[in-house]
C-alpha cells in the first residue's frame, strides 16, 4: 500500500503542476480543482496497476530472499511454486478488483474529470452526440447526420443535412451516399435535394456531384474522443456490438479489450519479476537494488510492445484480441518456463 500511495503521490504532484496554471487563468474554483485532481485518482490507480502489482511482488519475494527466510523454506521441502503462490494469488485478486473499479467507478469519475477539464478548462462544449454507428450534429444552419468512419478524415458516408425556416417547418433536406470537405467546400457525391416550395410541395433533384457552401466544417463540430473512457466494460461491450462499418467495430473491440488485457497486464510481468530476483541476486550477489530497475525496464517495454501491437490493431492490421493478448501470452511462457527452471 504504501508503493501504491507514493506511485499515486508522485503522479499527482506532476499533475497538479501541469494543470493548476490552467484553472488559475479561467478563474475557476480551487475546490474544482480539487474535486477534479481528487476524482482522477481512480485512474491513476489504472495506469499505475501493472507496474504496482510487478513491482509489489518483486519487493515482497526480494526482501524474503535478502533475510534469508526463502532459503530457510526451500530448505525445509517447500517448493518455489507454493512460496510464490500468494503473491501470485494477491496479483490476480488486485486485478479482479480493478476490473471492477473499471466496470462500476472509473465510468463515474472519468465522467466528472473529462467534463470539469474538457468543457470548464478548455472551454470546447461537445457540439454533437453519437448513436448507433452515426453521428448527429445540430448547428444554427441546421441538423448533420453522418457516418465518419475516420475521424481524422474529413471523409463521410450516407450524409444528410436538413434545414427548417423560423416557423420550424422542413425547408430543406440534403443527403448522399459520400461526403468530403475539400478546399474549404463541401464535395457531395451520389445524392439528392429536396427543396420546400411556396405551395408547400417539394422538388426534388438528383446529382452525381455538386459542391455546397454549408456554413459549417468539419472543425466546427465536436465529439468528445474520451467518449469510451466514460463507458465500462459492458458499455464498451454494446457499444462494439452496434458499430457498422468495420473500421470503427474494429477500433471499439481494441478499445474494448485493450483496457481488459491493461489492466490483467500485472500477472504476466509478475511472473517474469519473481524469477528474476532470483536470477539476479544469484549472478550478481544484488537483489531489490538491481532487481527493481530491472523489472521497471521489462515493464516499460512490454508496455511499448503492447501499445504498439494495440495501434496495429486499430488500423485493421492485426485482430484485436490477438495484438492485446499476444505480450501477456509471451510473457508469461517465459515467466513459467524461468519458474520452473528456478524451481529445479
Excluded at 511454486?81 to 501470485?88: A, D, G, N, Q, T
Excluded at 463541401?186 to 438528383?206: D, F, K, M
Excluded at 481488459?260 to 500477472?267: D, E, K, M, N, V
Aim: positive net charge.
Amino acid at each position: 500500500m504504501t508503493m501504491v500511495a507514493g506511485f499515486i503521490t508522485i503522479y499527482m504532484l506532476i499533475d497538479f503542476f501541469e494543470k493548476i496554471d490552467n484553472f488559475m487563468e479561467k478563474g475557476l474554483p480551487i475546490s474544482m480543482a480539487l474535486k477534479f485532481f481528487a476524482l482522477n485518482i481512480p485512474f491513476i490507480l489504472e495506469q499505475m496497476a501493472p507496474v504496482c502489482i510487478l513491482l509489489a511482488g518483486v519487493v515482497t519475494l526480494g526482501v524474503l530472499n535478502h533475510s534469508n527466510e526463502l532459503i530457510a523454506l526451500k530448505s525445509c521441502g517447500i517448493p518455489l511454486r507454493r512460496i510464490i503462490s500468494p503473491i501470485l494469488l494477491a496479483g490476480a485478486a488486485v486485478s479482479l478488483l480493478l476490473l471492477a473499479m473499471s466496470q462500476f467507478v472509473l465510468p463515474r469519475t472519468m465522467s466528472v474529470t473529462n467534463k470539469i477539464w474538457i468543457e470548464e478548462v478548455q472551454g470546447r462544449v461537445p457540439l454533437g452526440i453519437y448513436r448507433n454507428g452515426r453521428y448527429y450534429y445540430r448547428s444554427k444552419a441546421g441538423f448533420y447526420s453522418f457516418l465518419r468512419p475516420d475521424i481524422h478524415k474529413d471523409e463521410f458516408g450516407r450524409f444528410s443535412f436538413s434545414s427548417w425556416d423560423e416557423n420550424y417547418r422542413l425547408q430543406t433536406v440534403i443527403s448522399a451516399a459520400r461526403a468530403e470537405w475539400q478546399d474549404n467546400s463541401w464535395i457531395l457525391s451520389r445524392g439528392q435535394i429536396q427543396e420546400r416550395g411556396p405551395s408547400g410541395t417539394y422538388t426534388t433533384t438528383i446529382f452525381k456531384e455538386q459542391q455546397f457552401d454549408f456554413p459549417d466544417r468539419p472543425a466546427d463540430f465536436f465529439v468528445p474522443e474520451y467518449q469510451s473512457q466514460e463507458l465500462s466494460l459492458t458499455g464498451l461491450f454494446l457499444d462494439a456490438r452496434r458499430k457498422q462499418s468495420r473500421i470503427e467495430e474494429i477500433r471499439a473491440w481494441t478499445v474494448l479489450y485493450g483496457r481488459i488485457f491493461y489492466i490483467l497486464l500485472g500477472l504476466p510481468l509478475l511472473l517474469v519479476g519473481l524469477p528474476l530476483v532470483l536470477i539476479v541476486y544469484r549472478k550478481w550477489g544484488r537483489d531489490l537494488s538491481l532487481a527493481i530497475p530491472v523489472s521497471c525496464g521489462l515493464a516499460f517495454a512490454c508496455w511499448g510492445v503492447w501499445g504498439t501491437l494495440q495501434s496495429l490493431a486499430k488500423v485493421g492490421y492485426l485482430p484485436p484480441l490477438l495484438a492485446t493478448s499476444s505480450v501477456h501470452l509471451v510473457v508469461s511462457a517465459i515467466g513459467i518456463y524461468l519458474l520452473l527452471r528456478e524451481d529445479s
